[in-house]
């Protein structure tokens, strides 16, 4: 019997496209076998009977907590309980909030080192730490957004 796997490409980091495969994921889920849950609930992993392929269910609580499939590498299903991918409805938040960011400000660099430890590269304009360690600086205190948590799907970046 063959899958339909094929017709599932990577979800586009947009409103529409992870909408549309919301609307998708109940009738595709119906031809993957259950292989984990996380402990959380929010998150499932299946496999293809046909072809073998990896698919992640999770809920994205912008568009109403409702589940939807995207497609990940194999994993050992004792890996993956213990950190699932990161999620295509986080990730298009996290590229919106932080485009809005790199808009709103300018990062000229100076002629002085950056003061994080063993960081050989120059500090930005109002700042004592280079323009990484200044994000991850804001990140930290929970002054701008932090990147989804999971392990990185290939496909973005």
């Known amino acids: 019997m063959s899958c339909s796997c094929a017709q599932f490409p990577p979800i586009e980091l947009?409103?529409?496209?992870?909408?549309?495969?919301?609307?998708?994921?109940?009738r595709f889920k119906r031809g993957l076998n259950l292989i984990a849950e996380d402990g959380s609930g929010e998150h499932k992993l299946f496999e293809c009977h046909s072809c073998g392929k990896f698919w992640q269910s999770s809920r994205a609580w912008n568009w109403g907590n409702e589940e939807y499939l995207f497609e990940t590498p194999p994993i050992d299903s004792a890996d993956w309980k213990a950190s699932p991918f990161e999620q295509p409805d986080e990730l298009l938040i996290y590229s919106a909030v932080m485009r809005d960011y790199y808009e709103r400000n300018s990062f000229e660099t100076t002629t002085k080192p950056c003061q994080q430890e063993s960081c050989s590269?120059?500090?930005?304009?109002?700042?004592?730490?280079?323009?990484?360690?200044?994000?991850?600086?804001?990140?930290?205190?929970?002054g701008l957004v932090l990147r989804p948590a999971g392990r990185r799907l290939p496909y973005y970046k």
């Not at 947009?14 to 109940?26: Q, V």
């Not at 590269?121 to 929970?142: P, W, Y």
């Open 14 to 26: 947009d409103r529409k496209s992870i909408r549309r495969r919301i609307n998708k994921s109940r």
């Open 121 to 142: 590269k120059l500090a930005i304009r109002f700042s004592v730490l280079c323009e990484e360690h200044h994000i991850a600086k804001l990140q930290d205190g929970r």
